[in-house]
């Protein structure tokens, strides 16, 4: 990798000359996109945890969670609106498109870190504040200040990062981390190198071009075709596992078997393909697959979400094991 690729000498804080900010620009600068998954895996955290939360709580735990999540969005775009100028993919991106500039950016992720951990803390406990602290540590400095320009494996570490939320609404609700909350840590943590990757194939010059360690331009896309194969056949196992404990049940289960099936498969296609194949039909397999990796990890965080409907409208008396149907 070049030496460009950690140029910082545009003056980290401050260096755009952007228009006057609106709400949008600052709203797109939370990753929107990136925090509905976010807030959807830890809301299925906290309503899968066996413990009756205040439905205020609740949504004041996801509320932070959620700004917290937006907070290392900003900071992220922050850090990387060097990067962000050259990739195609990031270029419209509020910092380097001249809307906000890299100090404004700055400031309100700092400004949006503190607010949510301090008021998730208050709302809950310690130790869902704690971990939401160290999910912003890990990805605004672990990830994107380190690991992501300095390894291939930047993916595959930092992706602890995306993986705490569902963690961190199992922690508000109980106070404490669990087997299972691990494992939904687990689950999307092997979920995301496959996932990441095959968007790479696809995005495969905006790598380059910005000069970050992404395992397709270290190593080739025949290595990430392999490795691809090899992190989907580990993820089964995995998520599995989380069928076996209090939060599963048949709905995941069968979400389990059905989902796995389709995720193999698709990685089985990557595996197979060779890059003429690949440019042929414009990348239409690793496309499709990326997409389909979406549903895979919001199909298994639904099936968590309707046993633990079930088992709730169970223990009520109203199902068919509950106390009425004796």
């Not at 270029?91 to 949510?116: D, H, N, Q, V």
């Not at 995301?192 to 000069?211: C, Q, V």
Request: proline letters at 5%.
């Amino acid at each position: 990798m070049s030496d460009a690729s950690f140029d910082t000498s545009a003056n980290k804080v401050g260096s755009a000359q952007p228009q006057d900010a609106e709400f949008s620009h600052f709203f797109a600068l939370l990753k929107p996109r990136v925090m509905s998954l976010v807030v959807f895996t830890a809301l299925v955290g906290l309503l899968a945890a066996p413990v009756s939360v205040h439905p205020i709580v609740g949504f004041t735990a996801i509320l932070f969670i959620a700004i917290g999540g937006g907070a290392s969005g900003a900071l992220n775009m922050w850090w990387d609106a060097d990067i962000d100028r050259i990739m195609k993919r990031t270029k419209g991106r509020p910092i380097p498109a001249g809307l906000i500039t890299e100090g404004e950016a700055f400031g309100f992720g700092i400004a949006l870190a503190g607010i949510s951990v301090i008021m998730l803390g208050l709302a809950t406990n310690l130790v869902a504040a704690g971990l939401l602290a160290f999910t912003i540590f890990f990805y605004v400095v672990i990830y994107s200040m380190w690991l992501k320009r300095w390894t291939p494996q930047n993916i595959v570490i930092g992706g602890a990062a995306g993986a705490f939320p569902p963690m961190i609404g199992w922690a508000a609700a109980t106070g404490s981390v669990s087997i299972e909350s691990v494992l939904m840590f687990a689950l999307i943590f092997m979920w995301t190198p496959p996932h990441f990757w095959a968007l790479a194939l696809f995005m495969k010059s905006d790598y380059d071009e910005a000069g970050v360690p992404m395992l397709t331009s270290t190593h080739g896309r025949r290595v990430t075709r392999n490795h691809i194969l090899v992190y989907t056949i580990l993820l089964v196992p995995v998520s599995f596992a989380l069928a076996f404990t209090s939060i599963g049940g048949p709905a995941y289960l069968i979400a389990a078997v059905l989902l796995n099936a389709l995720f193999l498969r698709g990685a089985w296609r990557i595996w197979r393909r060779d890059e003429v194949a690949a440019d042929a039909d414009g990348y239409a397999t690793e496309k499709t697959v990326f997409k389909h990796s979406l549903y895979y990890l919001f199909g298994l965080f639904v099936a968590i979400l309707i046993d633990a409907c079930l088992r709730s409208y169970d223990l009520l008396g109203a199902g068919p094991f509950g106390v009425s149907g004796l």
